[in-house]
């Protein structure tokens, strides 16, 4: 089978274009409007960047009226939004939290969760997720799409501050993925879990290779 996209319907009853890169990790993002408003929603289209300096990204596609979402707005007016990372324990949590709610309603108040507030501004993040970033927005380019829901806002931003909590770190100074049990999304309504490991180390890397696929400073 193979179709394009552009100019002809998917031959399967589901299009499979959402199903075919996965998984993708879930930008579970809290921000603040500039009233005050807090706002936490989940993006599937998240991703790091780069590590030097750590930077991230996340796109949002527009409502179907033209809005643009709440995150977005917040990010560009405050400066600011906080990256949750998604867990298996939170996950219903992650689901609620992607309801369309008004503008001057926030999700949290209907999540049962317990809010924290960021170093760098008074942006609640979810103490309940083990590992959030503080971000500080960068930039954001617009991509027309071929519908309005099709128009998305890539928002850039910099890691300014990483919050970590102790006991999900190993003894050798790891994070214990399979402790944390991520959840990330796949296409249609499916997500997956990360409860397995498995280590492969590239042949012949040389000492520099090694250490930045390690993660570990020079």
């Known amino acids: 089978m ?50 030097d300096p750590p930077m991230v990204m996340f796109s949002a596609n527009q409502y179907p009226d033209g809005r643009r979402k709440d995150t977005v707005i917040n990010a560009e007016t405050t400066g600011w939004f906080v990256w949750n990372m998604a867990t298996y324990r939170l996950r219903e949590a992650v689901n609620v939290s992607a309801m369309a709610l008004e503008p001057h ?49 890539i928002v850039f931003a ?24 991520p959840i990330a999304r796949l296409g249609y309504f499916d997500y997956t879990v990360v409860r397995d490991t498995f280590e492969m180390r590239v042949p012949g890397a040389d000492r520099d290779a090694q250490l930045g696929l390690e993660g570990r400073a020079a």
């Open 105 to 153: 309603e926030s999700e949290f108040d209907h999540l049962g969760l317990t809010r924290v507030y960021a170093d760098n501004h008074p942006i609640p993040m979810v103490k309940e997720s083990p590992v959030k970033f503080e971000c500080k927005y960068h930039s954001t380019h617009r991509v027309p799409g071929a519908s309005p829901v099709g128009s998305i806002d």
């Open 158 to 181: 910099s890691v300014e501050t990483i919050h970590i909590d102790d006991d999900v770190i190993t003894l050798d100074g790891r994070l214990d993925i399979p402790k944390i049990e």
């Open 2 to 51: 193979k179709y394009n996209p552009a100019s002809e319907a998917s031959p399967l009853p589901y299009s499979p274009f959402k199903s075919c890169t996965v998984p993708r990790p879930i930008g579970w993002l809290s921000s603040v409007s500039a009233d005050g408003v807090e706002n936490i929603a989940p993006y599937s289209q998240w991703q790091n960047l780069t590590f």
